[in-house]
């Protein structure tokens, strides 16, 4: 009874920060480009340390996508805001982030970060029901089965359309970055035979206006 009472307690507590956050649902067609356009850094990469005390965590990025950090271990906290995520689950995450003002990142409802297991949003709304709805609604173990297949096959479909639509903006962006660094190369280049032009140009007036004066000089 004991556990029932704190489990609703911390559901309470959940249920009170999440929806006093105002962000629109997750559309799996939007979801990425609003990731792109509101997130400061984005990677895939695994949690590897909670500290549910300090309200601090840490990953370990496997793959960047958007933004710069200079090592593989990133770290986390919350600042006790209400759109804050905290990252619960040790998994795999595609992470949607902020920076704090210590170079540690924040996350929160408003981005669609995500875990191989849980959709964006962080986590699926949860059913309340009184003590006589529990027992209307029993349902069997089979259409259970079926409701969680769905809830997985929703998941990983949106993990892996995270995945492959973050993957394409990567590549467009080392498309346009070595594009322009050919550009650079390019002008570079264009620059440099026409200095050398002028040069040579410049040494070949000195040369027959040398050669005309000594000519000029054994004529007279």
Not at 13 to 26: E, V
Not at 164 to 169: F, N, S
Not at 196 to 204: H, Q, V
Request: net charge positive; proline share 4%.
């Amino acid at each position: 009874m004991k556990l029932n009472k704190l489990f609703l307690l911390i559901l309470c507590f959940w249920l009170n920060q999440s929806f006093s956050c105002d962000c629109p649902p997750h559309e799996k067609e939007t979801m990425v480009t609003k990731g792109l356009e509101n997130a400061e850094i984005i990677f895939y990469g695994e949690l590897i340390k909670i500290d549910t005390i300090l309200e601090t965590y840490s990953f370990r990025i496997i793959e960047m996508f958007k933004g710069n950090y200079n090592s593989s271990i990133i770290n986390g906290k919350t600042l006790n805001n209400n759109c804050e995520i905290f990252p619960f689950k040790k998994d795999l995450w595609i992470v949607y982030a902020g920076f704090n003002k210590d170079n540690t990142i924040q996350m929160n409802y408003c981005l669609p970060s995500q875990t191989i297991e849980i959709l964006p949003g962080f986590l699926p709304p949860i059913p309340l029901f009184t003590s006589s709805e529990r027992r209307a609604r029993k349902i069997d173990s089979l259409s259970n089965e079926i409701d969680n297949l769905k809830i997985r096959n929703e998941t990983m479909s949106n993990w892996f359309y995270q995945l492959e639509q973050l993957r394409a903006y990567k590549l467009s962006q080392n498309k346009i970055s070595k594009n322009h660094k050919n550009t650079i190369y390019d002008k570079i280049t264009i620059i440099s035979l026409i200095i050398n032009m002028l040069l040579f140009s410049i040494l070949i007036f000195l040369f027959l206006r040398k050669r005309f004066s000594s000519n000029k000089q054994i004529s007279e």
